[in-house]
Structure formats: structure tokens, C-alpha cells
């Protein structure tokens, strides 16, 4: 089993609409998690961070982490365009990262 | 302000050259991180340096050194190139905790081994 797993999609998602993305990790004692974007040929970068159970809004982007089940999961409301990208989960206590889902957002 | 700065951006070697990636930041950060990143495998720790004067081997460490030069300075040598080390390269840092602080990543270095 791998420490981080994420659906490496592609998953499309009608512009306008919720896109969901999770993510299960396996070391139940992990403390910190992260959701980067990294459009293609470019770096990663963060977009939230969630350290206690429950949900973490900023903007159109909600992180909702349950320690319990092993899954943290991000929601991005009025899915744009520019949302189209590859959305890496993170673990930081193992500094291990999933392999991404792919998200593409359809005008 | 320039964050996390890698050198080169591309780099063409062929088998047993060898190289050195330099990575630099200036936020002041004490963690700093080697990334590699292949299709369909995500990102791959290599070494990491929680602090200056410290590194450790991460996920997929052979084949590859690392000097922490001081607080800014992160640099990846590979002492003899092979094909299976063409990927792109990720330099990261973050805050005062290897644990609990978001990293912030340079542009990457596509290296090719042929």
C-alpha cells in the first residue's frame, strides 16, 4: 500500500460546477497535510494546509481532513478554467507526496 | 524577493558525466529539500536538510550526494550519470519544522542522461 494515494484521474469537471478531490494516507499518527497545484511544466505550489479534523475554507478552496477515516479531500467551488491543473496531496510528517490527480475544468 | 532559486534549468549530460544542482533561498528558512519527479510517480524525496549542518537520505538517495552549504544553500551532485536519472529536479524549503511547515519549491531543473 502506498503512504499517500490519490485517483490519478483524469477527472473533468463542467466550469462552474464543485470538483472533489481525495486523497488516504496510511500512517494514522501524520499530523499535516498539504494540497499543492502544479500546472503542467511548472513547480508545485500550495494552495492549503489543514492540520485539525473538520473543514479549512479560503476562498473558493475547501480542505476537509478526517484523521479517523485516513482522508483528507479539497473542494474547489465555481470550478474556473484556470483551475485546470494537477493537484498533489501531501504528508508531511513522511515528507511524502501522492502522485497527483490530473483535473481538468470543461468551459 | 526570488524564493527558492534553481541553477541551471536544463542540463544535458551523457553517462558517467558528472554534475552539481545548486539551489538557494532567501526566506530564511532551516529545511531544505531534493525532489525528483518522473511520470506517473510524483514527487520522490532524495535527501533533505532540517537544519544547516544536517542532511538525511530520503525515499530514492542512490546515486545522488548532497552538501548544505550554509543556511541558503542546498546543493545535489550526481557523481556519475545513468539514463535513470533523467527526470526533473525540485528544490523546496521550508519554515522551522521538517514536520509541520508547507514547502515552498524553485522552478526545477530538467536534466536528460543519455
Known amino acids: 500500500q502506498k503512504e499517500v494515494e490519490q485517483n490519478s484521474g483524469p477527472l473533468s469537471v463542467p466550469e462552474g460546477a464543485i470538483a472533489s478531490l481525495n486523497c488516504t494516507y496510511s500512517?494514522?499518527?501524520?499530523?499535516?497535510f498539504f494540497w499543492y497545484r502544479q500546472y503542467s511544466g511548472k513547480s508545485p505550489e500550495l494552495i492549503m494546509s489543514?492540520?485539525?479534523?473538520g473543514d479549512k475554507e479560503d476562498g473558493r478552496f475547501t480542505a476537509q481532513l478526517n484523521k479517523a477515516s485516513q482522508y483528507v479531500s479539497l473542494l474547489i467551488r465555481d470550478s474556473q478554467p484556470s483551475d485546470s491543473a494537477t493537484y498533489l496531496c501531501?504528508?508531511?510528517?513522511?515528507?511524502?507526496f501522492g502522485t497527483g490527480t490530473r483535473l481538468t475544468i470543461i468551459p | 524577493n526570488a524564493g527558492v532559486t534553481q541553477t541551471p534549468k536544463f542540463q544535458v549530460l551523457k553517462t558517467g558525466q558528472s554534475m552539481t544542482l545548486q539551489c538557494a533561498q532567501d526566506?530564511?528558512?532551516?529545511?531544505m529539500y531534493w525532489y525528483r519527479q518522473d511520470p506517473g510517480m510524483g514527487l520522490r524525496l532524495i535527501y533533505y536538510?532540517?537544519?544547516?549542518?544536517?542532511?538525511d537520505k530520503g525515499e530514492v538517495p542512490n546515486g545522488y550526494n548532497v552538501s548544505r552549504l550554509n543556511k541558503r544553500e542546498f546543493s545535489l551532485r550526481l557523481e556519475s550519470a545513468a539514463p535513470s536519472q533523467t527526470s526533473v529536479y525540485f528544490c523546496?524549503?521550508?519554515?522551522?519544522?521538517?514536520?509541520?511547515?508547507?514547502?515552498?519549491f524553485g522552478d526545477g531543473t530538467r536534466l536528460s542522461i543519455l
Open positions: 526566506m530564511n528558512h532551516n529545511s
Open positions: 489543514i492540520y485539525s479534523n
Open positions: 500512517d494514522r499518527g501524520s499530523q499535516s
Open positions: 501531501a504528508v508531511n510528517e513522511k515528507l511524502t
Open positions: 523546496a524549503s521550508s519554515g522551522f519544522s521538517v514536520s509541520n511547515q508547507p514547502q515552498h
Open positions: 536538510s532540517a537544519s544547516e549542518g544536517t542532511t
